[in-house]
């Protein structure tokens, strides 16, 4: 396993085009880029202001790599000014690549894109590529390389297609044929990178294509920027930064070559660190900052709302800004950066529950994963079917995998665990899940406030939080035939319970359902209790797992060491506990052990209950602490 992982990561680095004899990285355990726009890059082609803006960045972030644009937006950079770019930033040690942004503005700020119908279009998108080609041998493509056309010329072209398969079909070929194709005619040895968007559920949509696609360039790259995930258009989740990593690296092994964060949509400094430091705990190999221009700002940037201020967090806003005078973005991506660099030394290769997206799948539960990551479940995406995973998570994207049933009964016959959600049950209701299970979807909801465990007949326990009165969340009615299933965590309404978590045994494994609520947000209004429960049955025999509320998170790795991490505001005392009896238990980055403490206790709340070792910790407000599990 260990070779495989060094042989990937060695791919990756080959496929990225690295170019030989570059300076090593100013970082230990990965690269950083800074990407330059094409204006920036019109701007730099002055040596003063090449030196001005350099001195700005240069001292507040050290940075090992420039993706210098040549086109966006009807802008093209001139050969002689990407030229003299080029030369200033190889002059100070810089490893020097083209980008190239395929966007044709908007309206009303939003996105516009070529009409690869309209002639003046496709040779604008071939001359670009081609000016890139002439100047790098390594070229990235920034993320518009979508397509949401609908002229009438599109109409025409799409027929009876749908729009996605329209999409598909047109951007296949202009990556051949447009892209490719060209850059390799001006310049047989560059190495075209794809970087994806972070909004990858919806990908297909618009023409991305990563079953086929992704395959057809040198490399792919993941837009790890979640930015706020409350005010943000997308409300992109923060488990998403490292999630996407993963998904990518399982889609394109040994060939995505990072993540890639900008500084827009926070409202405090700590979200910019926070997906920096996410993008690099899913072990991406470069993580590139966007963009030179917000990173050369010469204005002193405002640390935001932190109330958390008087805190020792995990970045330093007073330590990290006083360094530098009038310190901007640039400084706190400087300062995440030192900080979190040692610690990815000591992580292993990412674990999780192996969860499976189909490619091209879409569905009401779009983006579920990173919810559950939000709540302490550390998923491993795949766009392949895990036969082998001990635990296979379904969201209702397998939906779209019309052999899905079968697979879900070959695990099952295995011995293995599958939890499904109720959205993928309904999906698949008629369409053979009754030879496995019949439980159905109503089509009732139910607004419940109470949440109770318990395994088998008898009484439930209260899983709420003592002392605060729960948030009405509405959940979906699960039909199921009383004692042929077991609803082990249950919520209740009135006089009438609700299965939150329902199992069969099938053969030699355990199929569950997880209801999700009507607004999957609601998830994070779970009482911490009923949150545990789940943990407890979805990592059934887990290393480690972790007790606290949602918005802590868990990283684990296959070397004995994890993350626990808190998006909260305020301190969160968490649980951690180990599987096996004696366990020990130190922070990797102080030394220090954990003295073991009584694990929470809540009767029947394992199918076979084995011995486990539990641990407190205390995590600061938007804070990660990295442990090492000792013997």
């Not at 880029?33 to 001195?55: G, I, M, Q």
């Not at 609803?487 to 569950?512: F, T, W």
């Not at 209801?515 to 609601?522: E, R």
């Not at 694990?599 to 486990?612: D, H």
Request: proline share 5%; with cysteine; hydrophobic share 40%.
């Amino acid at each position: 396993m260990n070779g495989f992982k060094l042989t990937a990561a060695l791919c990756a680095c080959l496929l990225l085009g690295t170019p030989a004899g570059a300076a090593p990285s100013q970082y230990k355990n990965f690269r950083v880029a800074v990407y330059v726009v094409v204006n920036a890059t019109e701007a730099l082609s002055d040596a003063d202001e090449f030196a001005r803006e350099y001195a700005r960045v240069a001292s507040q972030v050290k940075f090992d790599r420039v993706y210098i644009e040549v086109y966006r937006s009807h802008n093209f950079a001139s050969d002689a000014q990407i030229e003299a770019v080029k030369s200033f930033f190889r002059a100070k040690g810089i490893t020097v690549s083209g980008g190239v942004t395929l966007a044709a503005g908007g309206q009303g700020g939003q996105f516009g894109t070529f009409d690869y119908e309209k002639a003046q279009d496709r040779a604008e998108c071939r001359k670009a590529v081609e000016l890139a080609a002439r100047h790098f041998d390594d070229i990235i493509m920034d993320d518009f390389f979508f397509y949401n056309s609908k002229s009438d010329a599109d109409i025409k072209a799409k027929g009876k297609r749908s729009w996605t398969q329209y999409r598909l079909d047109t951007m296949r070929r202009v990556s051949r044929e447009l892209v490719l194709g060209p850059a390799k005619a001006a310049n047989p040895r560059v190495r075209m990178i794809i970087k994806y968007p972070n909004w990858y559920e919806h990908f297909q949509g618009l023409g991305y294509d990563l079953e086929k696609q992704s395959q057809m360039f040198a490399g792919i790259y993941a837009g790890t920027e979640t930015r706020d995930p409350e005010i943000t258009d997308q409300l992109l989740q923060q488990y998403e930064s490292y999630e996407i990593v993963r998904y990518f690296g399982n889609i394109r092994p040994g060939g995505n070559g990072g993540g890639w964060v900008d500084t827009f949509s926070t409202r405090y400094a700590d979200r910019y660190a926070e997906q920096l430091w996410d993008t690099l705990f899913a072990k991406a190999p470069e993580i590139t900052l966007f963009s030179w221009g917000g990173l050369a700002d010469a204005h002193a940037i405002e640390p935001g709302e932190r109330p958390w201020k008087d805190q020792k967090t995990s970045f330093d806003w007073k330590a990290a800004m006083s360094s530098v005078p009038n310190a901007g973005w640039a400084r706190v991506a400087g300062a995440a950066l030192e900080n979190v660099d040692p610690v990815i030394g000591l992580l292993g290769n990412p674990t999780g529950i192996a969860s499976y997206k189909p490619y091209q799948s879409s569905s009401d539960e779009d983006f579920l994963q990173n919810y559950l990551g939000n709540i302490g479940l550390p998923v491993e995406m795949t766009p392949v079917y895990p036969v082998e995973a001990r635990t296979v998570l379904l969201t209702e994207n397998a939906k779209a995998d019309p052999g899905i049933v079968a697979k879900i009964e070959t695990s099952l016959r295995a011995g293995h665990n599958v939890v499904i959600t109720s959205g993928l049950l309904r999906a698949l209701q008629g369409n053979g899940i009754e030879d496995v299970v019949e439980w159905s979807v109503t089509g009732q909801f139910a607004a419940v406030r109470d949440f109770l465990n318990g395994y088998g007949a008898g009484n439930g326990t209260s899983l709420n939080d003592p002392g605060r009165e729960a948030k009405a969340i509405v959940f979906p009615e699960i039909h199921f035939y009383t004692n042929d299933s077991w609803p082990i965590v249950r919520d209740v309404a009135g006089a009438k319970g609700y299965p939150l978590l329902l199992m069969n045994r099938y053969s030699n494994g355990i199929i569950y359902v997880l209801a999700v609520p009507q607004n999957i947000g609601d998830l994070y209004d779970l009482p911490t209790g009923a949150l545990t429960q789940i943990k407890t049955y979805l990592q059934d025999g887990a290393a480690v797992r972790i007790d606290a509320p949602a918005h802590v998170s868990l990283f684990t790795y296959d070397n004995g060491t994890f993350v626990v991490e808190s998006f909260r505001d305020t301190a969160m005392p968490v649980t951690i506990s180990l599987e096996g009896s004696g366990r020990s238990l130190r922070n990797a980055m102080t030394g220090k052990p954990l003295v073991p403490v009584a694990e929470p206790e809540t009767p029947r709340r394992q199918l076979q209950p084995s011995a486990r070792t539990a641990f407190a910790t205390m995590v600061p407000p938007h804070s990660w602490q990295v442990f090492r599990v000792v013997k």
